[in-house]
């Protein structure tokens, strides 16, 4: 589904048979301005979309934007003005605003996790946690919050998991099958030291340490090689990735990016007059 599409059936499901109670009203076509205004601190992502959906309604509507995508905004701060016929936005209005405070919501939560490492050569990662036919806009949305996208698919990467090695039996049968029928690079998952010495046995190129403490990831990351990338996951807070951080592995994923950020409160003001 493109994301035209994804907008068109958002705006089908909000109005399966028109906005009656707009439409109620039988006032004529009323040509003003809308604001779009933060009402707290964002981090801005998704305007493409929330353009497109007042499009759809209100194809001559004309969007100015005084932030890109990406862009840290101040709460108060005026982000984008909307002209045209107003009637037509009043009805596009949720659906943009839902597509809109959801994405600056990761791209806002995923920031606070990348500062809240800043100073250290750690990474942030998304995980494949996404809401369904969201995935490429919720990933486009940890970009902009400063985080880096882990496999987009099922498709796009090599991650053998716990459920993989008991279907193959262990985790050097995994790797030498996978190894046999495909030329991807490789990452297992491990959940205690004994797993770790297996995957550097084998030479993988990413190990995912899961749901480690961090006396475990301590301990573990002595036995990893440095050519060896490294990635924790699991349990992973604002209150805690730091610390996580400092013991020096490449990168965590966070699957909170985009299952549980806050959405972004912003609101679109009309003006009347």
Known sequence: ????????????????????????????????????????????????????????LEPNARLKW?????????????????????IQILKAERVALNFLGKLSGIATHTRKFVKAIEGTRTRILDTRKTTPLYRELEKKAVIHGGG??????????????????????SITTAVERIRNNCDFKIEVEASNLEQVKECVSLNVDRILLDNMNNELLAEVLKHIPKHIKTEASGNMSLERVKSVADLNVDFI?????????????????????
Not at 148 to 159: G, T
């Open 66 to 86: 005084l932030f890109e995508e990406g862009d840290f905004v101040y709460q108060g701060q005026n982000i984008c003005s909307i002209e045209g016929n107003l």
């Open 253 to 273: 994923s966070v699957g909170a990016l985009t299952h549980s950020a806050p959405n972004a409160d912003i609101s679109l003001l009309f003006d009347w007059n």
């Open 1 to 56: 589904m493109t994301t035209v599409e994804l907008i068109r059936a958002a705006l089908k499901e909000d109005m399966p048979t028109g906005d009656i109670t707009t439409e109620s009203l039988a006032v004529k076509p009323r040509e003003g301005e809308a604001v779009l205004k933060a009402k707290s601190d964002i981090v801005l992502s998704g305007s493409p979309v929330f353009e497109q959906a007042i499009q759809l």
């Open 148 to 169: 880096l996208n882990h496999r987009f698919n099922l498709s796009d990467a090599v991650l053998v998991k716990d459920n993989h090695i008991s279907l193959a039996g």
